[in-house]
């Protein structure tokens, strides 16, 4: 199926191409397109052109079809589905392949550093991509939990702006918890 | 460079509204942009907590099962205004009863016997000697599932509490109150595979133990306050700090708390009007364990109705009443006693007694109980609730308060007598 092709610029100056399909996966993009005030090329002031191939990559994965990316972000099936009397096991089967295929695709996908994290979840939300937008906000959920002040800084490169007193003050709540005392 | 101490707003928010509570206080802590997106309650010291077991207390198969926890329990910040009920991820709890909470730890019974400390937030557990590993006649092995073994995990130890086996030692020790004949207990953790039961001790019933100034202390039902002495050589005994209020009034529960370095000692009162005995098989019509579906009106089997504070004077050795304790808020329940000042805890009320319901004897087996829950106003005698839940909802299994109080082992000066 052909479709019509879509020009995007970057804020160097850089321009990718995009499938009309594929770029309605930006909610963004989606009401550019079909506000119909479509001038060839649209600009995109806030996305660089080391982003913007893997913003591209996603919608091109998830283009036109919001629904995926949804039901990936609930955790798999949608389990309503086997009370009704229509229910198809085979379509079902189906459905679980390609979901876990696209659960495999999401993780090979996210396999990068801070940096690209930090853009591509500002762009995500710049451009409305609400699939994308759930998987970097969980990735920097992820690289929070279970891990104390410290280590989350420097997960995400970050240095304490915090005043003496009140570092002091969070120290003491961190150790308390971690005082398990010498019970040996 | 990616900095994400400027991430927007909206992304910040996303993020921590996908953080659990203790995640939540950790995030806090990292910058001051990142401190500023979550609730002010988070950022000073973080006492006190009201733990709620079971936060979905209305199924039947709950119901019955009684008293054990939830592998996902409620806790509320007090310091919070909004009380706002957090769900914190502890499988640790689950199936088990809290039967103690001080210093920061939870003691955590299973009726197959195990008791174990758990630290709710660093989730770190610490194997006590079992129940069995009691000086008793207790059948030995007990069988999960087993009624009577349900039975001991509710009923064989009233309340357990954490100290320290003297100011000078840093040997924690864990000292429990036994039902069985409500003498106090006690064991090393990571030392001792046996609880001793404190002998000699012929002066009733306790109802309550504190760690206080390096010492464990304990009322009985006759309103004598002891010491525990002799620990460090291990012949443990109680000693007589003082001799009961001169009053006559009889309280149902007694409680010892520590505030601003003096002993209090508390009468709790309650109204019996509607307990029905569960072993009283003549009227079943009053029977409230019943298997229905929980539409009928709601009979509870007790609640408190006043409080009254005795303070003790050192010098005289004796009690005074109190109906003033200024900016401080006391705290009582399964937890270790102890109290606060609410000018550094705004969200609490001064002169006040925060109290939830540790009357294990008269809801046990019951299908409603532990909702005795209230702030009590020493001022003006009223108590106003603790927290709104709706009627239909069980309390069970009652909440508990939970401190991570850097204070709580008190001045290391000794009380001598």
């Known amino acids: 199926m052909s479709s019509t092709k879509i020009f995007l610029k970057s804020s160097d100056d850089k321009t990718f191409e995009i499938d009309e399909t594929a770029a309605r996966a930006s909610e963004t993009l989606k009401n550019i397109i079909d506000g119909g005030c479509l001038d060839g090329v649209i600009p995109l002031p806030n996305v660089s052109s080391n982003i913007l191939p893997k913003v591209i990559e996603y919608c091109k994965k998830h283009g036109g079809d919001n629904g995926s990316s949804k039901k990936i972000a609930n955790g798999g099936v949608d389990k309503d589905k ?67 002040p410290d280590q989350i800084r420097e997960n995400f490169n970050i240095n304490s702006d915090f005043t003496p007193e009140e570092e002091e003050e969070m120290i003491l709540i961190e150790d308390e918890w971690d005082d398990e005392w010498a019970f040996d | ?35 500023s997106m979550t609730p002010q309650f988070l950022h000073g010291k973080l006492l ?144 001792d595979l046996r609880w001793t039961v404190l002998e000699g001790d012929s002066h009733g019933r306790s109802h309550d133990v504190i760690f206080y100034r390096g010492h464990f202390y304990t009322v009985k039902g006759s309103g004598l306050v002891f010491m525990v002495s002799g620990l460090e050589n291990a012949s443990p005994h109680l ?56 539409t009928e009106p709601l009979r509870l089997p007790h609640r408190s109705i006043n409080f009254e504070v005795f303070k003790l004077d050192l010098g005289e050795r004796n009690w005074v009443k109190t109906n003033n304790l200024g900016d401080r808020a006391l705290f009582l329940g399964y937890n270790g006693s102890f109290s606060l000042s609410t000018s550094e805890f705004p969200g609490c009320k001064g002169n006040s007694i925060y109290f939830t319901d540790d009357y294990f004897e008269a809801y046990y087996r019951q299908k409603h109980g532990a909702h005795d829950m209230g702030v009590f106003d020493l001022g003006n005698e009223t108590i106003e609730p603790l927290i709104h839940r709706s009627e239909t909802q069980s309390f069970m299994p009652p909440s508990v308060w939970f401190s991570t109080n850097p204070w709580w082992r008190g001045g290391l000066d000794v009380l001598t007598f």
């Open chain 2, 239 to 294: 000693t007589l700090v003082c001799r009961r209020p001169n009053t006559l009034s009889s309280p149902k529960k007694l409680y010892v708390v520590e505030s601003s370095g003096e002993l209090l000692m508390v009468y709790r009162f309650l109204d019996s009007g509607h307990y029905i005995d569960y072993e009283d098989d003549d009227d079943n019509n009053l029977e409230v364990d019943s298997d229905d579906d929980g």
């Open chain 2, 1 to 35: 460079m990616a900095d994400w101490s400027v991430l927007p707003e909206l992304l910040l928010e996303l993020i921590s509204e996908r953080l659990s509570i203790v995640d939540l206080i950790r995030f806090s802590c990292v910058c001051s942009s990142w401190r």
């Open chain 1, 82 to 148: 086997e009370i009704l009397p229509d229910y198809d096991e085979e379509e079902d089967k189906r459905e679980k392949v390609r979901v876990d295929e696209l659960k495999k695709w999401e993780e090979e996908y996210m396999d990068f550093d801070q940096q690209v994290l930090y853009d591509l979840m500002l762009a995500a939300n710049y451009l409305h991509i609400k699939g994308l937008l759930d998987l970097t906000v969980e990735k920097a959920a992820s690289m929070i939990r279970g891990r104390t």
């Open chain 2, 48 to 191: 006190p907590w009201l733990i709620i077991p079971c936060t979905t207390g209305s199924s039947p198969r709950k119901r019955r099962s009684g008293i054990v926890c939830d592998k996902i329990v409620g806790i509320v910040s007090f310091s919070d205004p909004n009380r706002k009920v957090y769900e914190l991820e502890l499988p640790e709890v689950a199936d088990r009863r809290i039967c103690g909470s001080s210093a920061g730890w939870l003691v955590t019974v299973h009726a197959n016997s195990e008791i174990r400390l758990l630290h709710p937030f660093t989730r770190a557990q610490i194997q006590l000697p079992p129940l069995t590993a009691f000086p008793s006649r207790l059948p030995v092995p007990l069988q999960q599932g087993d009624g009577f073994a349900g039975h001991l995990r509710d009923y064989y130890i009233h309340k357990a509490i954490v100290g320290f086996c003297s100011s000078e030692s840093d040997e924690a020790m864990v000292m429990a109150i036994r039902k069985e004949d409500d003498r106090l207990a006690l064991c090393r953790p990571g030392k």
